[in-house]
């Protein structure tokens, strides 16, 4: 108000965070350093850790072995595995499902894929109104949730299965499981961007995604013709995996 500026039409607030249930205090030294945390699981992993649980009305509690359950069932278990299993699958191409994908209209599908289709379709628009809200924790939750989906989707549909066939309709199949499979992680990778930046340019680099087509607009199903070629090396085994064992559990 002194400087003559226009007063903020909104604030958000949070709520505390404790450590072991109880108030942080540097006073009574139950407080946390956020250097050393920093070092241990880097700053991508600490965002993502404090968006998931962080409260805005209620109160969360900060533990190290939450950062590592964060870590290994979400990150690492969840959106690292469905990674590896798309870009890393022996028997199917990933560009080719995507040039098949987005040269021809949809043909007529199983309630499985429509199920799948429509959830990416709707990913971007339900996480605006979340951000508008802002509720950067839920927003963030629903984008996991489409990656367990998604998971729970690839491992239904067994696309492995279908490599070894010459069935022109078992190809077609192959090809659009991994399509949808690519698609949610694509969608995914641009609306996590926020909380994990550099993690999510790795992701996006691994499914091929040009630069100057990972922005908002671009969060939307059958919005990008060009990737699926990898644009950097994915490796083997742990080398290059996105969220590799963490150096220790303790």
């Not at 969360?60 to 469905?82: E, M, P, S, T, W």
């Not at 007529?108 to 799948?116: D, L, R």
């Not at 709707?122 to 367990?148: F, H, V, W």
């Amino acid at each position: 108000m002194a400087l003559d500026l226009p007063l903020p039409h909104q604030v958000l607030t949070h709520a505390h965070w404790t450590l072991g249930h109880e108030k942080m205090s540097k006073s009574t030294g139950n407080v946390v350093n956020p250097f050393f945390a920093l070092d241990r699981f880097g700053a991508d992993t600490m965002r993502y850790y404090l968006a998931y649980d962080g409260g805005i009305r209620d109160d969360a509690d900060y533990d190290n072995d939450f950062i590592i359950g964060r870590y290994k069932k979400g990150l690492q278990g969840a959106l690292g595995n469905l990674v590896s299993r798309v870009m890393r699958g022996k028997g199917w191409d990933v560009r080719r499902a995507v040039m098949k994908a987005t040269s021809r209209p949809t043909p007529k599908i199983e309630e499985q894929h429509i199920e799948q289709r429509e959830s990416i379709a709707n990913l971007s628009d339900s996480t605006a109104i979340l951000m508008d809200i802002p509720d950067a924790g839920e927003a963030l939750r629903q984008i996991m949730r489409k990656i367990n989906t998604t998971n729970a989707y690839m491992h239904h549909c067994q696309p492995w299965d279908l490599v070894t066939s010459n069935n022109s309709k078992d190809i077609a199949e192959l090809d659009r499981i991994i399509y949808l499979c690519a698609e949610a992680l694509r969608v995914c990778g641009i609306l996590l961007q926020p909380y994990m930046p550099d993690k999510m340019a790795e992701l996006l680099d691994m499914l091929g995604v040009r630069s100057d087509a990972r922005g908002f607009d671009n969060a939307r199903l059958g919005s990008d013709r060009d990737y699926g070629l990898p644009a950097v090396e994915l490796g083997k085994g742990y080398a290059g995996v996105l969220f590799p064992p963490l150096r220790s559990d303790d």
